[in-house]
């Protein structure tokens, strides 16, 4: 079965930091892009950041950017998100999700459960 | 940034309606295009990508269309378990981009 599952979250205070993982297993995960994406309470769905298969491309969002790192260990089957100097606006629920393609497009399939983080002194 | 406009944002309906989504993109984007329902509390799931090739597993009553700006998603017939949230996405370029959903709730 594929699988992607989270985990890290948890309260931080506004400026501290955080690490979020996500085990991936099922697939060859070194052979795919993964990514990101974040939905605050009650609200939509926001891309965060995206990594190719061999770290090579490396995108954020500008509201992370400088602040949040991806990262991945294909040997490990795992992608990363350093979060540093967070603020009480990234508080949300993380997904990290598979990115997969085909000639005519791509798409983010599947996900994982997500992990909820709170930042709030 | 290409920016998507989904609408409506809300939308209420009965067992059976047809129900039509819209997301229009600020550029063209060919069929870079993903829909995604969401329950509460749970991860969104993949229903449509490229525009309009259904997901495997995801039931025929699910469909969607366009490609360029204008693209729509639609239910031919509400069941039950279709009250969501749902959410188009480009996939074309960075940053990627959703729309901001349209809620379908019981009439």
């Known amino acids: 079965e594929v699988q992607l599952v989270e985990s890290g979250g948890g309260l931080v205070k506004p400026g501290g930091s955080l690490t979020l993982s996500c085990a991936a297993s099922g697939f060859s995960f070194g052979s795919y892009s993964m990514n990101w994406v974040r939905q605050a309470p009650g609200k939509g769905l926001e891309w965060v950041s995206s990594i190719s298969s061999s770290s090579y491309y490396i995108y954020y969002a500008d509201s992370v950017k400088g602040r949040f790192t991806i990262s991945r260990d294909n040997a490990k089957n795992s992608v990363f998100l350093q979060m540093n100097s967070l603020r009480a606006e990234d508080t949300a629920v993380y997904y990290c999700a598979r990115y997969d393609y085909d000639d005519n497009s791509g798409w983010f399939d599947p996900w994982g459960q997500g992990t909820l983080v709170t930042v709030s002194s | 940034d290409i920016q998507l406009t989904q609408s409506p944002s809300f939308l209420s309906a009965s067992l059976g309606d047809r129900v039509t989504i819209t997301c229009r993109a600020s550029q063209g984007i060919s069929s870079y295009l993903a829909w995604y329902q969401q329950k509460p509390g749970k991860a969104p799931k993949l229903l449509i990508y490229?525009?309009?090739t259904l997901q495997s597993g995801v039931p025929s009553r699910f469909s969607g269309s366009g490609s360029g700006t204008d693209f729509i998603f639609t239910i031919s017939s509400l069941q039950p378990d279709d009250f969501a949230t749902y959410y188009c996405q480009q996939l074309i370029s960075y940053p990627l981009t959703f729309g901001g959903g349209t809620k379908v709730e019981i009439k």
């Open positions: 490229a525009a309009s």
